[in-house]
């Protein structure tokens, strides 16, 4: 594990499987890279991290494909943006035993966390397979498109008054795929076209967060943002949610 705290802290496991990008670094060795705890550039998790650690949770990732045994000892577990063959020659697509041993874990207590993308960057069709179990379905659409950095407020979000977000008012979230839901998954977050772009619902004793982009990759929340964005918060707010979600659901 990344991080080691008390026995009772919760256990954030990041898949590494299903999203196992690599580049060529600058010293020529190739590198596991995208959406990983360990990336603190632009790429990478390590500030969504941070605030997991902040709500008392620890670290861990999953290099293999999930199974009731290898998960555990996980509270919550990060699937984010599968690959593409684009992104990977060989991708790890999400199969019917995949969705069988994450539902069998969800439904124990489990907090499944799904984050997609644009369907031009995702391999929406195998993750879908896996959102239908939970009554959503992410779609190959893209809403709060931006241009350019000179565009932010094209994908702002408003979050005053959401339960979610405790201290995050105003949040900015690029090119992401609005989610569809059959009851009993519900919106948890809605954009100004009244688009669902956070959903969320209870399965057995655990609970599925879903979200139409990755989001919290460190390039939108280590502070470059207007002033008035709070990433950075919604973070630690989303943070904390699922934490306290997972607590709940083992209890």
């Not at 000892?73 to 019917?96: H, L, W």
């Not at 932010?152 to 795929?177: E, L, Q, R, S, Y």
């Amino acid at each position: 594990m990344l991080n080691q705290y008390s026995a009772t802290a919760q256990t954030v496991t990041l898949d590494y499987y299903f999203n196992h990008e690599v580049h060529r670094a600058a010293s020529g060795k190739i590198e596991r890279y995208h959406y990983t705890w360990e990336d603190k550039t632009n790429s990478g998790f390590s500030i969504f991290g941070d605030a997991f650690t902040r709500a008392g949770a620890r670290l861990d990732t999953l290099g293999n494909a999930p199974t009731a045994s290898n998960l555990k000892g996980s509270d919550i577990y990060i699937i984010v943006d599968p690959d593409t063959k684009k992104e990977s020659p060989n991708p790890n697509y999400i199969q019917a035993n995949d969705i069988k041993e994450i539902a069998a874990w969800v439904n124990a207590g489990g907090v499944l966390v799904m984050m997609a993308n644009d369907s031009a960057n995702v391999e929406l069709p195998h993750f879908n397979n896996l959102a239908a179990k939970f009554g959503m379905h992410f779609n190959d659409d893209l809403q709060n498109h931006v241009l350019n950095d000179q565009h932010f407020d094209d994908g702002a979000v408003i979050t005053t008054g959401n339960p979610m977000f405790k201290t995050a008012h105003k949040i900015f979230m690029k090119d992401v795929c609005s989610i569809a839901t059959k009851y009993p998954a519900e919106a948890a977050l809605k954009n100004s076209n009244d688009a669902v772009i956070i959903a969320i619902t209870k399965y057995g004793k655990g609970t599925v967060f879903a979200v139409g982009d990755p989001w919290f990759y460190n390039e939108y929340t280590n502070g470059r943002l207007p002033k008035d964005f709070e990433n950075d918060k919604a973070a630690n707010d989303v943070a904390e949610w699922l934490v306290m979600q997972s607590k709940a659901d083992r209890h």
